[in-house]
């Protein structure tokens, strides 16, 4: 009898450590995703309300008075840079006899080109609705790049951002983010952007990331600019694609005190960056079990059905979530309200 009890115990005791450990990991499908409550919604997506700002940046650069309160940010004019997406597939092998065969199931850039436009289409004009009534115009590149300097600025940007000061995002860095150039080949961006070949997630998580793309924003005549990423896979021998996630990101330029030459003293470096450029805002939606969003038939490519239902409301959160952390920044409110 107390065996029994005990191994019922360690039962009843597995099953609740197994809830615990993956309370946020259940969603199958994007209408899952838009129907969770607001509690577990918290909980799943990184926003203001569970992830490190720059707030403490942006007061650092007033406490040694090299940006003026009254030019803290206040974007109202923010340009979607890229809307990419990138492909997290895998290499699949197999054995024949002493053989072992290599399949590589990733999207074909024309692919990726495809699904990144299906997202675009169903994703941008709710973002663009929902920063509309924030009072802030959402501008995608046909609406920004106005004269040959912009769009020659817009091009050149990718080679520009920097990761920690280490190289440059079209060299190596690639590579070292996604292995090789070869396993790129299905990560592109929607029609009309160029690729910006890092995540949002990547860039923003980067002291120095967020000064390159500061700089570009500048140099595009912007307040700030978005990034989205979506994440997906190809699975099945490229019979279906799943859905990893979405990160979004805004970061702006700093309207510093140019005329004030900061050196000489500990982590002025570092700040310095923060002059050129920091993070105003971030969502990522990307803690979640893949799940399937498209079938596709094999020997074309072509998609034969999409599941994105709900992906709509997704978007509409995930808007609300990012323009009340940059709310938040703008006003250096750290609380979770």
Request: charged share 25%; hydrophobic share 40%.
């Amino acid at each position: 009898m107390k065996s029994l009890s005990k191994n019922l115990l360690t039962l009843v005791l597995a099953i609740f450590l197994l809830g615990m450990s993956n309370p946020i990991n259940a969603q199958k499908s994007v209408q899952d995703l838009a129907e969770l409550k607001d509690k577990k919604w918290d909980k799943l997506v990184k926003s203001y309300k569970n992830n490190s700002t720059s707030i403490d940046q942006l007061q650092g650069l007033l406490n040694a008075d090299l940006l003026k309160e009254e030019n803290l940010p206040n974007p109202k004019k923010i340009g979607v840079l890229t809307m990419q997406i990138w492909d997290n597939s895998v290499t699949n092998s197999s054995k024949i006899g002493n053989t072992t065969l290599y399949t590589k199931n990733y999207l074909t850039p024309s692919g990726s080109n495809l699904v990144a436009d299906k997202f675009h289409n169903a994703m941008m004009p709710v973002f663009t609705a929902k920063f509309k009534e924030s009072g802030i115009s959402l501008l995608e590149p046909k609406d920004f790049l106005t004269n040959e300097e912009n769009k020659q600025a817009y091009i050149d940007g990718a080679n520009k951002v920097e990761l920690s000061g280490l190289m440059k995002v079209m060299g190596s860095i690639g590579s070292i983010l996604m292995g090789s150039k070869e396993q790129a080949q299905g990560s592109a961006s929607a029609t009309g952007y160029e690729f910006y070949p890092i995540s949002a997630k990547a860039i923003s998580s980067d002291f120095k990331a967020p000064a390159s793309i500061g700089l570009i924003a500048e140099d595009l005549n912007l307040d700030a600019v978005l990034i989205i990423t979506v994440d997906v896979s190809l699975v099945k021998n490229g019979k279906s694609m799943l859905f990893h996630g979405i990160e979004t990101v805004i970061i702006g330029p700093i309207n510093d005190d140019k005329s004030i030459e900061y050196k000489g003293r500990i982590g002025a470096g570092m700040m310095n960056k923060y002059r050129d450029g920091l993070t105003f805002s971030t969502v990522y939606l990307d803690r979640l079990e893949p799940f399937e969003i498209a079938k596709l038939d094999r020997k074309s490519g072509n998609i034969e059905e999409w599941y994105l239902e709900g992906l709509d409301i997704v978007t509409s959160r995930m808007a609300d979530d990012l323009i009340t952390g940059m709310q938040k920044f703008i006003a250096l409110d750290k609380s979770k309200n």
